[in-house]
């Protein structure tokens, strides 16, 4: 059984920043990529940035300079940090493991990210 976990979410005033968390059992993070995904009401989910096992990120076309994915491999962990958020960034997001890039296997449950005054 593979938990994935994401964690960090929470309601944030625009231009405030939030640190997602994804852990893992095991040492997966060791060999699978992560994947960061949100889905916001009435749309359809979307990639968000990944990591690879080795490090290399990737970030969606939208060019969220934003955000920025890390992993410590010590403690098993993928995060996702982001600043100046905005209203339009809200919505659930979660972490997904693979054994590529946007290619997930196991989902987390999501976190709920709400940017509201």
């Known amino acids: 059984q593979v938990n994935v976990v994401e964690s960090g979410g929470g309601l944030v005033q625009p231009g405030g920043s939030l640190r997602l968390s994804c852990a893992a059992s095991?040492?997966?993070?060791?060999?699978?990529?992560v994947d960061w995904y949100r889905q916001a009401p009435g749309k359809q989910r979307e990639f968000v940035a990944s990591?690879?096992?080795?490090?290399?990120?990737t970030y969606a076309d939208s060019g969220e300079d934003r955000f920025t994915v890390s992993k410590d491999n010590a403690k098993n962990t993928v995060y996702l940090q982001m600043i100046n958020l905005k209203p339009d960034d809200t919505a659930v997001y979660f972490c997904?493991?693979?054994?590529?890039?946007?290619?997930?296997?196991?989902w987390g449950q999501g976190t709920q990210v709400t940017v509201s005054s």
């Open positions: 997904a493991a693979g054994a590529s890039p946007r290619k997930p296997l196991f």
């Open positions: 990591i690879t096992n080795t490090g290399t990120t």
């Open positions: 095991g040492s997966m993070f060791l060999t699978h990529a």
